[in-house]
C-alpha cells in the first residue's frame, strides 16, 4: 500500500525544459518502506523530446503495475542481472537493488532517470535509453505496464528475446496484452500470476 500524506520538503531538478518541483513519497513493501523521488502534485511535467517526437510524461505518474512489479522484485536473487525498460519513477528496480540485484534502469524521459539516480542506492545505474538501443544480456528484465501501444507490442516481441532468458511483465488489463501474449507464447513460457492490485497481474516470460 502506499503511505498517503507521507511527504518530505520540495526539491528541484533542471531537466532539459526547467525546472520541476520534487518529493519524496514511499510505498509500503513487505521488506519496509521504499522512498522515491516524484513530481510534487500539482506540478507541470514537460514534454520530453525524442527526435521528432514529443511523448506525454506518462512516467511521472505513480501507476499500479509498478508498485506490483517492485513487490515481485524484492524476492530478486542477490547478484541478480537485472534490466528494467520503460523505468519510470524506478519502483521495481529500486526495490530490486535494496534486494541486492546488479540493476540498469532505463527510460527514453532523461528527467525520469534523473530521478531514479538520485532515488537510488547501492547497485543501481540508471541511463536514458530506448529498449531497442540496449546492449548485451542480463539475468532478467523488469517491465511495467509497457503494452499500451501496437509500436511497443512489436518492439518488445523483436528485442526481449535477445536481453534475457527471462522476463516479468505487470500489466493492468490494457486491451494489446491478450495480443502480445500470444505471440510471446511462440517463442517463450508464459505464466501468468495475479497481484494484489485489482486487475494488474504479473507475466512472467522464461525461454
Known amino acids: 500500500m502506499r503511505i498517503p500524506g507521507r511527504w518530505w520538503p520540495i526539491l528541484r531538478t533542471l531537466g532539459d525544459h526547467g525546472a520541476v518541483d520534487l518529493e519524496w513519497d514511499v510505498v509500503e ?3 519496509g518502506r521504499l522512498r522515491f523521488l516524484r513530481p510534487a502534485p ?3 511535467v514537460p514534454f520530453d ?3 521528432d517526437e514529443l511523448l506525454p510524461p506518462h512516467w511521472a505518474q505513480l501507476w499500479p503495475s509498478g508498485i506490483e512489479l517492485a513487490r515481485a522484485a524484492e524476492g530478486i536473487a542477490p547478484g541478480t542481472r537485472v534490466l528494467e525498460i520503460g523505468c519510470g519513477l524506478g519502483l521495481p528496480s529500486l ?3 535494496r534486494a541486492g540485484a546488479d540493476v540498469l534502469a532505463t527510460d527514453l524521459s532523461t528527467t525520469a532517470v534523473d530521478l531514479v539516480r538520485r532515488s537510488a542506492s547501492g547497485t543501481l545505474r540508471a541511463v536514458a535509453h530506448s529498449w531497442t ?3 548485451g544480456r542480463v539475468d532478467l528484465v523488469l517491465g511495467a505496464d509497457l503494452l499500451y501501444g501496437h509500436r511497443n507490442v512489436v518492439e518488445l516481441l523483436e528485442v526481449l528475446p535477445r536481453l534475457a532468458p527471462q522476463v516479468w511483465l505487470t500489466d493492468p488489463g490494457r486491451p494489446l496484452a491478450p495480443e502480445f501474449l500470444a505471440a510471446a507464447a511462440d517463442r517463450w513460457t508464459v505464466t501468468s500470476h495475479p497481484t494484489e492490485a485489482p486487475g494488474v497481474t504479473r507475466h512472467v516470460l522464461t525461454s
Do not use: F, N, W, Y
Request: net charge negative; charged share 20%; proline share 0%.
Open 95 to 97: 526495490a530490486a537493488a
Open 29 to 31: 513493501l513487505a521488506g
Open 133 to 135: 538501443e540496449v546492449a
Open 49 to 51: 523530446e525524442v527526435g
Open 42 to 44: 500539482g506540478t507541470d
